[in-house]
């Protein structure tokens, strides 16, 4: 199983991006899948998931309103729109995937998720 992150880079706030998580060795169309952030010197925290049955999604406080997470079976690819962008956004986002039965209340602790892909770097400047 791989999960590839892509679509961070330098931002300006007030901004909008799109990060893509595509995986293989494993249908995203089944499987709960999420979204993390980690800052440098601060622990992994939750951002978003989406789970792989009902499409119900969740977010963390810190983006409601201004985040979407979604999916797109036909690419195996798991979508995190984030719009106003904010310095405090700066971070190694990565995404994760669960078990077919993670429920999205444990998806979205750490150590709920069993496979993890490598990150991307997302910077937004003031």
């Known amino acids: 199983v791989q999960l590839q992150a892509s679509g961070g880079g330098l931002m300006q706030a007030g901004g909008s991006l799109r990060l893509s998580c595509t995986a293989s060795g494993l249908p995203v169309s089944s499987r709960p899948v999420g979204w993390f952030r980690q800052a440098p010197g601060k622990e992994r925290e939750f951002v978003a998931a989406?789970?792989?049955?009902?499409?119900?999604?969740r977010y963390a406080d810190s983006v409601k309103g201004r985040s979407t997470i979604s999916r797109d079976n036909t690419k195996n690819t798991v979508y995190l729109q984030l719009n106003s962008l904010k310095p405090e956004d700066t971070a190694l986002y990565y995404c994760a995937a669960g078990t077919y039965r993670t429920p999205l209340s444990v998806l979205r602790e750490v150590n709920g998720n069993k496979y993890w892909g490598q990150g991307t770097q997302v910077t937004v400047s003031s």
């Open positions: 989406i789970s792989g049955d009902t499409d119900a999604t």
